[in-house]
């Protein structure tokens, strides 16, 4: 564009309407951190009692109602275990889906059908399996198979997408240096895959934390923490909640920060090492 061209004024309808979806987006998430810094005598509601964090001073004591600590630790451990059985797994069927086997494409359907299953149903039918088993259905048991139908589609549609545009020539010439078949998998092909898989960890990891519905037959005696938040926003008439709401709203920013920091900086690496090898050319 021109300097001194005047934009159209189609411009400044879609930046107006980008706005306001961003309004839409994060106002909430702005109204509930403002909020958590009511003071002591503070309410749940606007015009904000004073500014101060004592709501944050107050989540971490003893609560007449709901378990922060042992709810955000299930859902912190709950969310790493099926982060790395996802990546296992859909590292592991990535391979696996490069050559057709029989049954390969019924196996494929099967594996996405989840994500079309409404969530409670999902719940449900597996707290109901659990129940006719006679195994009592516990957060890290029947919650971590509820989960594992909902992030382990998204990592096999993402490696799939990977391994499509993934060039073999990579495997070939490794082979042809005497590498074997680990070897190739340890040190060309996955270094070469680590970004996505950062990123498959990272929606394992994220779609399991505050997954609610998939949760809410599955956990057992014992919430996680969207299941305690619920579960307080019919006892709890404190900014306290507003305070855990802001807690974890920045711990996983947090944690997609770290995501992106990581893919970043083996992008850095890689031109770093790219470049060096040239100049040794």
Do not use: C
């Not at 001194?4 to 930046?15: H, I």
């Not at 490069?98 to 449900?124: C, D, E, H, N, Q």
């Not at 990891?205 to 037959?217: C, G, H, I, K, V």
Request: hydrophobic share 50%; glycine share 12%; proline share 5%.
């Amino acid at each position: 564009m021109k300097t001194g061209e005047r934009r159209p004024v189609s411009f400044y309808l879609l930046a107006a309407f980008f706005g306001l979806f961003v309004l839409f987006l994060y106002g909430p998430i702005v109204t509930i951190g403002i909020l958590s810094f009511q003071g002591p005598n503070g309410g749940l509601t606007f015009p904000m009692n004073g500014v101060s964090l004592h709501w944050f001073g107050n989540l971490f004591e003893r609560q007449a109602v709901g378990d922060f600590g042992g709810s955000f630790t299930r859902s912190i451990l709950l969310g790493f275990i099926v982060m790395g059985i996802t990546v296992v797994v859909s590292l592991a069927a990535g391979f696996a889906f490069r050559r057709p086997f029989p049954g390969s494409k019924a196996l494929f359907y099967l594996t996405v059908a989840s994500l079309i299953v409404p969530s409670v149903l999902v719940s449900l039918g597996i707290g109901l399996m659990f129940n006719i088993a006679g195994i009592e259905p516990n957060w890290y048991s029947s919650a971590l198979g509820a989960h594992l139908t909902w992030t382990l589609p998204f990592g096999l549609l993402i490696m799939f997408a990977v391994f499509n545009r993934f060039n073999r020539a990579f495997e070939e010439a490794a082979r042809d240096l005497g590498a074997t078949p680990w070897q190739t998998v340890r040190h060309v092909v996955v270094p070469i895959i680590l970004p996505s898989l950062i990123g498959i960890a990272l929606f394992g990891f994220t779609l399991s934390y505050d997954e609610f519905a998939r949760t809410l037959m599955t956990a057992g005696s014992f919430n996680t923490l969207p299941l305690e938040i619920y579960g307080m926003t019919t006892n709890v008439t404190t900014p306290v909640l507003y305070a855990l709401g802001t807690v974890t709203t920045v711990f996983s920013f947090v944690v997609i920060g770290l995501a992106v920091g990581g893919v970043l900086l083996i992008g850095r690496r890689r031109s770093r090492h790219g470049s060096d090898a040239g100049k040794g050319v």
